[in-house]
């Protein structure tokens, strides 16, 4: 079984529409994370959590909110998604020291703002 | 600057090495890390060196360090079709979530 796990894996909604991604990890991590990524602009942080009360802004914050329910989940939520969001979304998570803390990555939501 | 810079394209015949260069930002980085994407797939931690290391050495893969330049390579002997994928280079910068290049696309041409 997967240790990071995405829903859904493909989604297609409409402008203005509110939808949520949704992430849940086996690994026992307190740090998760979320990023868009978009073709030639790499991966972009859009929020993270380094444990439950713990919520922090990456670069592309907005037009987004997250909600951590429990150490093993993690949502990314578009309030009113808009076309220019349409881009592969990826769930990650780390723990442990030094290079342990590297991050493991989930198999990625493609989401299509119509 | 702040971003981590790579090279986008990159294209090698089947059996030739492959080297994948990446300039980072910050001197105090502590661990550097190579990730791999396949087509529809996540990323995948490849290999990572500690800042401390010059070089380091796993099977096909080959990391060489710069500290002085902030330079990170990856050398892949012996490229095979499989190899091709995005290749991302990623730095630590103390207690912060990683920092992605823009990823080098690897293409092998049998």
């Known amino acids: 079984d997967a240790d990071v796990t995405q829903t859904p894996r493909n989604r297609i909604t409409k402008t203005g529409k509110r939808i949520m991604l949704e992430c849940s990890q086996t690994k026992g991590h307190d740090r998760m994370y979320w990023y868009r990524q978009d073709p030639g602009l790499g991966l972009q942080l859009i929020y993270y959590s380094f444990d439950v009360k713990d919520i922090n802004k990456g670069e592309i914050s907005d037009g987004y909110s997250v909600s951590r329910q429990a150490q093993a989940k993690f949502s990314l939520s578009l309030e009113s998604a808009i076309p220019n969001q349409t881009a592969l979304y990826f769930c990650a998570t780390s723990g442990g020291t030094g290079y342990q803390e590297t991050q493991y990555f989930g198999p990625g939501t493609r989401l299509l703002v119509l | 600057g702040e971003d981590v810079e790579q090279s986008l394209f990159l294209s090698v015949r089947e059996g030739d090495s492959s080297v994948i260069n990446c300039t980072y930002t910050d001197s105090s980085s502590t661990y550097l890390y190579w990730y791999k994407q396949e087509p529809g797939a996540g990323l995948q931690l490849l290999t990572y060196?500690?800042?401390?290391?010059d070089m380091k050495q796993d099977q096909r893969l080959t990391v060489l360090l710069n500290k002085k330049d902030k330079h990170l390579s990856l050398r892949i002997a012996d490229t095979q079709t499989g190899d091709s994928a995005i290749y991302f280079c990623a730095e630590r910068r103390g207690n912060t979530p990683l920092v992605f290049g823009k990823g080098t696309r690897l293409s092998v041409i049998a």
């Open positions: 060196i500690f800042s401390n290391m």
